[in-house]
């Protein structure tokens, strides 16, 4: 198993441009974040999704949209590119009923805005 | 939501207990206490988590105060593969507040 999968790993962008940051899980979990990170600010969430076709907003929303069409997948996307945008994105996942409830991060996506 | 309070850094000697504090004053009865560690720029990695009594597993121990205010992680030998952010974080039961929010951590550097 893959676990958390986030794609792609290193992106560069310019002012104004768009992407898309796929979040892939194959553990079945209900619940998907999307988490960035900048130096000395820890982690800080963005948007969250609690199940197929439902999100929600985190502490730092603006500037992103996310869709959850599929249970396995978690979609971040950056409409216009700013460089305040510049950070390492981690998504998490978390089965709240089953184990130890902990969540399960993927490996982070680096961007950067020019 | 319940917040965290950690210090934001902490000096350890290879070989020697690390004790990481954790604030939580503003915590309910039924949420839980889990702890992560990030080493490098690493995605944050589950170490331990608990309730109300205190915990052991093979990485750490976790120890709560019975008001349940504050809690302390230990690692009982620390080396330097430890050196890492350690962050402590309120997650509430199933079927409340699904955000999960996380503090600055605490930046332990583990030295030899």
Known sequence: NAGVTQTPKFRVLKTGQ???LLCAQDMNHEYMYWYRQD??????LIHYSVGEGTTAKGE???????SRLKKQNFLLGLESAA??????YFCATLSWGRGTG????????????? | ???????????????????????????SG???????RQIHSQGPQYIIHGLKNNETNEMASLIITEDRKSSTLILPHA????????YCIVRPPRGSNYKLTFGKGTLLTVNP
């Open chain 1, 83 to 88: 460089p305040s945008q510049t950070s390492v």
């Open chain 1, 18 to 20: 768009s992407m898309t």
């Open chain 2, 1 to 27: 939501d319940a917040k965290t309070t950690q210090p934001p850094s902490m000096d350890c000697a290879e070989g020697r207990a690390a004790n990481l504090p954790c604030n939580h004053s503003t915590i």
């Open chain 1, 102 to 114: 902990e969540l399960f991060f993927g490996e982070g996506s680096r961007l950067t805005v020019l």
């Open chain 1, 39 to 44: 130096p000395g600010m820890g982690l800080r």
């Open chain 2, 30 to 36: 039924n949420e839980y206490v889990y702890w992560y």
């Open chain 2, 79 to 86: 080396t330097l593969r430890d050196t890492a952010v350690y």
């Open chain 1, 60 to 66: 730092v929303p603006d500037g992103y949209n996310v």
